[in-house]
């Protein structure tokens, strides 16, 4: 099966004659149509989309086959896929697609396992991947050059260094429990 990336997303409809907002998720916004067909996640519907013009943030679009506001509505929150293939390489060495790194194997420093990616995630603070660690519980670590010093997709594999993060969460729970309902009070 080929990996597919999410490019962009329809976000409604706007007036009466089918035109739908789509936003996009490409690094140049005008280029969520130059790299193939798109499709849904499943790859079972295909849209033929010519972009309009602007509103807002989002692209006005016209889809083949729709010609209604309700059919326009419909399509609000599909997202839009193209094949993996279809996208250029990254030109820098410390820029990945999502879709790259999932599924790499994770290692600690010394080589030993510590996990699969299992997702990648940006809640506004930088990248965070999830890890399904080898127990089989999820690991939330930032990512960064720090805490994922070498990322290595050919070889499948990235190298999670988690002496700092362990440390930082070891030593924020000591003073939490040391200062805790601590007063400098004693008690009756």
């Known amino acids: ?58 692209f006005l ?32 060495g410390d820029e990945f697609y999502h879709a790259d790194l999932i599924g790499l194997r994770a290692e600690l420093v010394d080589g030993t396992l510590y996990g699969t990616v299992k997702a990648v995630y940006d809640f506004g603070a930088g990248d965070m991947l999830e890890i399904r660690i080898a127990s089989g519980a999820l690991e939330m670590l930032p990512f960064s050059k720090a805490c994922v010093p070498v990322v290595d997709v050919r070889a499948g594999r990235v190298v999670v260094d988690l002496p700092a993060v362990i440390e930082a969460r070891e030593g924020s729970g000591d003073e939490a429990e040391e200062g805790e309902g601590d007063s400098g009070e004693e008690g009756p």
């Open 1 to 58: 099966m080929t990996a597919k990336i999410c490019v962009g997303q329809f976000a409604g409809s706007h007036g009466v004659r089918g035109l739908v907002k789509l936003r996009s998720f490409t690094a140049e916004p005008a280029d969520v149509m130059a790299y193939g067909p798109l499709t849904d996640e499943a790859g079972s519907r295909r849209f033929t989309v010519t972009l309009q013009g602007m509103v807002k943030d989002n």
């Open 61 to 92: 679009a016209k889809v083949d086959g729709v010609t209604s506001r309700e059919q326009a509505q419909a399509l609000a929150g599909v997202r839009l896929y193209v094949d993996r293939a279809a996208l250029p390489e990254t030109e820098d």
